[in-house]
């Protein structure tokens, strides 16, 4: 198998290894970790991807799948309004640095984060492999425009069904909507900003028919080329996201609300422990 954020098309053999890879592995047996009320899938990349390529397969009704960090993962906690939308959702991975530390903190156990980029790039690999369709939505004009190049490009077989940036008027949403509903999508990547993204997909339900529904946030400014993944050192190390702050100073105030999550944690642990 490729390495995480990599795009490279394989050989036809290894393209037969690869898929019958995701069909061997056992997903029923895959366990919840709870995060502050939030039950996030303890799965690697690959059983994540297994996980959905199952969703897609079972064709009864729309799946929303959830990544999250530290910061969302508060804004979803136990308690808070938002709570609704992870109550809702099929699935929801562990995509940010510090879930991991969380999840021990607080007696569980995650097997690894699951990065965006990486999962996207399986699954549209998946996508090429089954003909499964898909629908890009999010982002700016001329990001989604490079972004579907590059796919197009690196996965010739895939069939992306419909695309379209994420700033609409009433009457254009309603034209989006209702390209999704007659493309009839196998997974649409959803690309708006936290929790706008979350509202939307519950908002609209009745359009993705049997869709696999995945919010990916800023992954297409990513894959479009305009904003530069982190280097390998601050990936490995865990510090993606002190990467982000270095390119992106006025990420600080989210750094902030990252050290509330870490405190919170830290506390409601320590009252673990005294029950």
Same mark, same amino acid.
């Given at each position: 198998?490729?390495?995480? !954020?990599?795009?490279?098309?394989?050989?036809?053999?290894?393209?037969?290894?690869?898929?019958?890879?995701?069909? =061997?592995?056992?997903? %029923?047996?895959?366990?919840?970790?709870?995060?502050?009320?939030?039950?996030?899938?303890?799965?690697?990349?690959?059983?994540?991807?297994?996980?959905?390529?199952?969703?897609?397969?079972?064709?009864?009704?729309?799946?929303?799948?959830?990544?999250? %960090?530290?910061?969302?993962?508060?804004?979803?906690?136990? #308690?808070?309004?938002?709570?609704?939308?992870?109550?809702?959702?099929?699935?929801?991975?562990?995509? #940010?640095?510090?879930?991991?530390?969380?999840?021990?903190? @607080?007696?569980?156990?995650?097997?690894?984060?699951?990065?965006?980029?990486?999962?996207?790039?399986?699954?549209?690999?998946?996508?090429?492999?089954?003909?499964? =369709?898909?629908?890009?939505? !999010?982002?700016?004009? %001329?990001?989604?425009?490079?972004?579907?190049?590059?796919? =197009?490009?690196?996965?010739?077989?895939?069939?992306?069904?419909?695309?379209?940036?994420?700033?609409?008027?009433?009457?254009?949403?309603?034209?989006?909507?209702?390209?999704?509903?007659?493309? =009839?999508?196998?997974?649409?990547? @959803?690309?708006?900003?936290?929790?706008?993204?979350?509202?939307?997909?519950?908002?609209?339900?009745?359009?993705?028919?049997?869709?696999?529904?995945?919010?990916?946030? #800023?992954?297409?400014?990513?894959?479009? !080329?305009?904003?530069?993944?982190?280097?390998?050192?601050?990936?490995?190390? #865990?510090?993606?996201?002190?990467?982000?702050?270095?390119?992106?100073?006025?990420?600080?105030?989210?750094?902030?609300?990252?050290? !509330?999550?870490?405190?919170?944690?830290?506390?409601?642990?320590?009252?673990?422990?005294r029950k």
């Amino acid at each position: 198998m490729k390495q995480p !954020g990599e795009i490279r098309h394989l050989s036809a053999k290894d393209d037969r290894d690869y898929l019958l890879d995701y069909q =061997s592995l056992d997903i %029923d047996n895959l366990e919840k970790t709870d995060i502050l009320g939030v039950p996030f899938e303890n799965a690697s990349l690959d059983e994540a991807v297994a996980k959905i390529y199952h969703l897609m397969e079972e064709k009864d009704h729309y799946h929303h799948v959830l990544l999250l %960090d530290p910061v969302k993962t508060m804004a979803l906690r136990k #308690g808070k309004k938002l709570h609704r939308i992870a109550q809702k959702a099929s699935l929801i991975l562990a995509e #940010g640095a510090g879930l991991q530390w969380a999840a021990r903190r @607080l007696g569980g156990e995650l097997k690894e984060r699951i990065p965006t980029i990486a999962l996207m790039m399986d699954l549209v690999r998946l996508c090429e492999l089954r003909n499964y =369709s898909i629908f890009l939505l !999010g982002g700016k004009e %001329d990001i989604i425009e490079k972004v579907y190049f590059n796919l =197009s490009r690196h996965f010739p077989g895939v069939r992306i069904v419909g695309r379209h940036a994420g700033y609409m008027n009433t009457q254009r949403e309603l034209l989006v909507k209702e390209s999704i509903r007659k493309t =009839s999508p196998n997974i649409i990547f @959803l690309a708006m900003d936290f929790p706008d993204q979350e509202i939307w997909i519950e908002n609209n339900t009745a359009f993705f028919g049997h869709a696999v529904v995945i919010g990916v946030a #800023g992954a297409m400014d990513i894959l479009s !080329g305009k904003v530069r993944k982190a280097p390998n050192f601050f990936k490995l190390k #865990g510090l993606t996201w002190f990467w982000r702050i270095l390119v992106r100073p006025w990420r600080l105030i989210r750094l902030s609300r990252m050290i !509330g999550f870490f405190l919170f944690v830290w506390v409601k642990s320590l009252f673990q422990k005294r029950k």
